[in-house]
């Protein structure tokens, strides 16, 4: 009798071995034990499944939407639009859309087809002691993305309150009402996935107001999204917009996405099941992607009609004569005008009326307190996946949250609400340095057959993937060494140089055993791939039928 697929999993004490050396590196891998073979239940989320319609059809579709709206937070959150108002040239070229796409494909593909997250599929692939930093990168870029929402959810409510709400209080009402809302799946799955919904209809029409409000150039946004061009644009430009690569692929959002997608009943030993699951999850992931890409449209070419070649003293000047509390923000002098997230709402209270100002900031608020949640469920699924925790679910919420908002209320009490673009830019930086550590991952495991079957990556995905990976890696590393050498400090550059070794060195492991698993068997020093295990092939003829 053929045991369990998930009675499958290799060890290395079970791997076999040729001449004392272990010839197996990755593991066949499989669906976890149904509850009833578990030896003891285990509480997490998202454990009720979406029951889905056997036809082809708009409300099979629906069953499937979801889980990319949940995603498309990650490019709709307070850092993600504090990057957008520093871009005020063409879009295309600053929201890397196509990337997001072909990233989110592998996740999602992953999660279908083996019935576990990307976490867990580390967890049993990579030995202990880089599964253990790998985890600790993912965190920090958890801590990094949390710090840019819980502190622009506290700045609306800031703005909302005209300066009667501190920082420091708008994130500990951040923190409250994310733990209230964090338990909504208790009530089901599609409520809560509704709740979400609804925070992103609310950022469509507030970002969408200021843009019928502002009416920007239609024929110049037009060009902007189909020719690249940046007219009068120098390095400084040119930086900034490399930065949005690592506020937008947030490497903690793909250990998400390939998490999200479990939420469906989906007969994994089924092929054409596997393969039309896989089929929806794309054009539903496809079409949140389109709508985020729309409302970041309307914030850019918002801020680009507003802010394009105005000075401190014009807004100075405006704000003074519509009576605004804020005009203090803006010395009288002729240098160009800066903004930020709270700046931003300030500046469109002064030249398009209170309205805007509030407008503005309810969609902040949306935006922050949306992806602090995607954020901590992040944290819950990489923290259970890297780690093996079998904690209740409030003890894991409140570690989560404890780690990601310690250092954010700090921020937020020695910090000033108006002197917060530094710390956004650094943030971006961090998260950029930590992208290798979810897409080399990603990668790799899609492009095995004994884990991913039938549905592992071909040529054409490998060679495209390597190429995006390759390129997001290179882009997001020239920013950071940009934003290193501007710290004209030599301690800094010393400490600088130390970390990037080590970095290299372990960007370097997970980029070898990627190549190893995409083909390039030259590479494969003391083990190799197993591309299909004997008794996985017996297994496989069954699963086909």
């Given at each position: 009798?053929?045991p369990?697929?998930?009675?499958?999993?290799?060890?290395?004490?079970?791997s076999?071995?040729?001449n004392?050396?272990?010839?197996?590196?990755?593991?066949?891998?499989?669906p976890?034990?149904s509850?009833?073979?578990?030896?003891e239940p285990?509480?997490?989320?998202f454990?009720?499944k979406?029951?889905?319609p056997?036809t082809?059809?708009?409300?099979?579709?629906?069953?499937?939407?979801?889980?990319g709206?949940?995603?498309?937070?990650a490019?709709?959150?307070?850092?993600n639009?504090?990057?957008?108002?520093?871009y005020?040239?063409?879009l295309?070229?600053t929201h890397?859309v196509f990337l997001l796409?072909?990233?989110w494909?592998l996740a999602?593909?992953?999660?279908?087809?083996?019935?576990?997250?990307l976490a867990?599929?580390?967890?049993?692939?990579?030995?202990?002691?880089?599964?253990?930093?790998?985890?600790?990168?993912?965190?920090?870029?958890?801590?990094?993305?949390?710090?840019?929402?819980?502190?622009?959810?506290a700045?609306a409510?800031?703005l909302?309150?005209?300066?009667?709400?501190?920082?420091?209080?708008g994130?500990?009402?951040?923190i409250t009402d994310?733990?209230?809302f964090?338990?909504l799946?208790?009530?089901?799955l599609?409520?809560?996935?509704?709740f979400?919904?609804?925070?992103?209809?609310?950022m469509?029409?507030?970002?969408?107001?200021?843009?019928?409000?502002v009416?920007p150039?239609?024929g110049e946004?037009?060009?902007g999204m189909?020719?690249?061009?940046?007219a009068?644009?120098g390095?400084?430009?040119?930086e900034?917009?490399?930065g949005?690569v690592?506020?937008v692929?947030?490497p903690?959002n793909?250990?998400?996405h390939?998490?999200l997608?479990?939420?469906?009943?989906v007969?994994?030993?089924?092929k054409?099941?596997?393969?039309e699951?896989?089929?929806y999850f794309?054009?539903e992931?496809?079409?949140?992607?389109?709508?985020?890409?729309?409302?970041?449209?309307?914030?850019v070419a918002v801020?680009a009609?507003?802010?394009?070649?105005?000075t401190?003293l014009?807004?100075?000047l405006?704000?003074?004569t519509?009576g605004s509390p804020?005009q203090?923000?803006?010395?009288?002098?002729?240098?160009?005008?800066?903004?930020?997230i709270y700046?931003?709402?300030v500046?469109?209270?002064?030249?398009?009326?209170?309205?805007?100002?509030?407008?503005?900031?309810?969609?902040?608020?949306a935006?922050?307190?949306?992806?602090?949640?995607t954020?901590t469920?992040s944290?819950?699924?990489?923290?259970?996946g890297?780690?093996?925790?079998?904690w209740?679910?409030?003890?894991r919420?409140?570690?989560t949250?404890?780690?990601?908002?310690?250092?954010?209320?700090?921020?937020a009490i020695?910090q000033?609400?108006?002197?917060?673009t530094?710390?956004?830019d650094?943030l971006?930086?961090l998260?950029?340095?930590?992208?290798?550590f979810?897409l080399?991952p990603?990668?790799?495991?899609?492009s095995?057959?004994s884990?991913?079957?039938?549905f592992a990556?071909?040529l054409?995905?490998k060679i495209?993937?390597g190429?995006?990976?390759?390129?997001?890696?290179?882009i997001n590393?020239?920013?950071v060494v940009?934003?290193v050498t501007?710290?004209n400090?030599?301690?800094?550059?010393?400490?600088?140089s130390?970390?990037?070794i080590a970095y290299?060195?372990f960007?370097?492991?997970l980029?070898?055993?990627?190549?190893?698993a995409?083909?390039?068997?030259?590479l494969d020093?003391?083990?190799?791939?197993?591309?299909?295990p004997a008794?996985?092939?017996?297994?496989?003829?069954e699963?086909?039928?």
């Amino acid at each position: 009798a053929i045991p369990p697929l998930s009675c499958l999993t290799l060890d290395s004490k079970d791997s076999p071995q040729e001449n004392g050396v272990q010839t197996n590196q990755y593991h066949t891998i499989s669906p976890p034990l149904s509850p009833d073979i578990q030896e003891e239940p285990f509480s997490t989320y998202f454990e009720d499944k979406v029951q889905v319609p056997k036809t082809f059809s708009f409300r099979k579709l629906w069953a499937f939407t979801g889980p990319g709206f949940l995603m498309s937070i990650a490019y709709l959150d307070p850092g993600n639009i504090e990057s957008d108002l520093w871009y005020l040239i063409c879009l295309n070229t600053t929201h890397p859309v196509f990337l997001l796409q072909l990233l989110w494909r592998l996740a999602a593909r992953l999660g279908v087809v083996t019935g576990m997250h990307l976490a867990e599929v580390c967890n049993r692939q990579y030995p202990t002691v880089p599964r253990i930093i790998l985890w600790l990168m993912v965190e920090l870029a958890i801590i990094g993305s949390d710090m840019q929402e819980v502190i622009g959810c506290a700045i609306a409510l800031n703005l909302l309150s005209v300066g009667r709400i501190p920082l420091w209080g708008g994130v500990l009402i951040t923190i409250t009402d994310t733990f209230v809302f964090l338990f909504l799946d208790k009530y089901g799955l599609r409520k809560l996935e509704a709740f979400f919904g609804f925070l992103i209809t609310v950022m469509a029409i507030s970002f969408g107001y200021e843009y019928v409000l502002v009416k920007p150039n239609q024929g110049e946004l037009l060009k902007g999204m189909f020719v690249p061009y940046c007219a009068d644009c120098g390095p400084v430009q040119l930086e900034q917009a490399v930065g949005i690569v690592g506020a937008v692929i947030m490497p903690h959002n793909i250990y998400l996405h390939s998490a999200l997608v479990k939420s469906r009943e989906v007969d994994r030993r089924n092929k054409r099941e596997v393969k039309e699951a896989n089929k929806y999850f794309f054009i539903e992931s496809t079409i949140a992607l389109f709508v985020s890409f729309l409302i970041n449209v309307f914030v850019v070419a918002v801020f680009a009609q507003a802010f394009y070649n105005k000075t401190n003293l014009d807004v100075n000047l405006m704000c003074n004569t519509t009576g605004s509390p804020h005009q203090d923000l803006f010395p009288p002098d002729n240098s160009t005008l800066e903004v930020d997230i709270y700046k931003g709402g300030v500046v469109l209270g002064c030249f398009f009326g209170p309205a805007a100002l509030y407008i503005w900031a309810i969609g902040i608020l949306a935006a922050g307190q949306s992806s602090t949640m995607t954020g901590t469920y992040s944290g819950q699924f990489v923290m259970e996946g890297f780690l093996n925790l079998r904690w209740s679910r409030f003890a894991r919420v409140l570690l989560t949250r404890s780690i990601a908002i310690t250092p954010t209320l700090l921020v937020a009490i020695f910090q000033d609400v108006e002197h917060l673009t530094g710390m956004n830019d650094f943030l971006n930086v961090l998260q950029s340095m930590q992208l290798p550590f979810a897409l080399i991952p990603i990668l790799t495991f899609t492009s095995l057959t004994s884990i991913m079957n039938d549905f592992a990556n071909g040529l054409v995905w490998k060679i495209s993937g390597g190429l995006v990976i390759l390129l997001v890696c290179a882009i997001n590393m020239y920013f950071v060494v940009v934003y290193v050498t501007s710290l004209n400090s030599v301690l800094l550059y010393v400490l600088a140089s130390l970390l990037s070794i080590a970095y290299l060195c372990f960007v370097g492991y997970l980029a070898w055993h990627c190549l190893i698993a995409l083909g390039v068997s030259c590479l494969d020093c003391g083990s190799r791939v197993r591309k299909q295990p004997a008794v996985l092939i017996e297994e496989q003829s069954e699963y086909n039928s």
